[in-house]
C-alpha cells in the first residue's frame, strides 16, 4: 500500500534556528495538509495546500511558517525561527480529493527546540 | 467551527473486555477517520468511516451521520490495544477530538 513519507523522524534543533520538514505524499493525491501535536495534547490543523497554494491555514501558522511544494512531489514545512514551544510532532497528509476521501497521515517528525 | 468531542477521556481494561469508544461532532461533516497512536507517536488509521458501518478483525466502528456521532468498538481487547484513540472529522481539514488514553492490563 503507498505511503506518505516523512523526514526526519526526529529532529532536534537550536531556538532560534531554520528547519525544514519534509513530506513525500502518495504520488495522485491534490490536497496536501500538515497538522502538529504538541506532547499530550490533541492533533491540531497548521495549513492546507492545493494547486501549489495555501487553501487555508489555522491561527497557528503565523509569519515564522511557510509551505512549499518546490519539485511537484516533495512537500515541506519550513519554520524559519524556531521557538521552545515549537517543539511537537508534525504530520503530514495528503488526499486525492477535498471531501468524501480518506486522508492519508505520514509517520510525523518529531521536532526539538533546545 | 466545529467541534470534535470524544468520550470517555480514559478507559481501564482488562484483557478480554469491550469497549465503545464514543466521538461526537457538532456540524455535517464529509469526512471522518478513526486513528489509533501508537507508543512512538505514529497515528495508525483505524478506519474511514463518514457514514455507515465497517469492520476489520476485533474493531469496527459506526457513524451516524445525520446524527453526528461515531463509535468506534473494540472487542477481546488485548494489551497491544493500548494506546490513544483519536477521531478526527471534517470537510476538508480535519478537526481532532482530544482522543480516548485506552490501557489494556493482563
Known amino acids: 500500500e503507498p505511503e506518505v513519507t516523512q523526514t526526519p523522524s526526529h529532529q532536534v534543533t537550536q531556538m532560534g534556528q531554520e528547519v525544514i520538514l519534509r513530506c513525500v505524499p502518495i504520488s495522485n493525491h491534490l490536497y496536501f495538509y500538515w497538522y502538529r501535536q504538541i506532547l499530550g495534547q490533541k492533533v491540531e490543523f497548521l495549513v492546507s495546500f492545493y494547486n501549489n497554494e495555501i487553501s487555508e491555514k489555522s491561527e497557528i501558522f503565523d509569519d515564522q511558517f511557510s509551505v512549499e511544494r518546490p519539485d511537484g512531489s516533495n512537500f515541506t514545512l519550513k519554520i524559519r525561527s524556531t521557538k521552545l514551544e515549537d517543539s511537537a510532532m508534525y504530520f503530514c497528509?495528503?488526499?486525492?480529493?477535498?471531501?468524501?476521501?480518506?486522508?492519508?497521515f505520514g509517520q510525523g517528525t518529531r521536532l526539538t527546540v533546545v | 467551527g466545529i467541534q470534535v468531542e470524544q468520550s470517555p477521556p480514559d478507559l481501564i481494561l482488562q484483557e478480554g473486555a469491550n469497549s465503545t469508544l464514543r466521538c461526537n461532532f457538532s456540524?455535517?461533516?464529509?469526512?471522518l477517520q478513526w486513528f489509533h497512536q501508537n507508543p512512538w507517536g505514529q497515528l495508525i488509521n483505524l478506519f474511514y468511516i463518514p457514514s455507515g458501518t465497517k469492520q476489520n478483525g476485533r474493531l469496527s466502528a459506526t457513524t451516524v451521520a445525520t446524527e453526528r456521532y461515531s463509535l468506534l468498538y473494540i472487542s477481546s481487547s488485548q494489551t497491544t490495544d493500548s494506546g490513544v484513540y483519536f477521531c478526527a472529522a471534517g470537510t476538508y481539514k480535519y478537526i481532532f477530538g482530544t482522543g480516548t488514553r485506552l490501557k489494556v492490563l493482563a
Open positions: 456540524d455535517s461533516v464529509n469526512n
Open positions: 497528509a495528503g488526499r486525492t480529493g477535498a471531501a468524501l476521501t480518506e486522508a492519508f
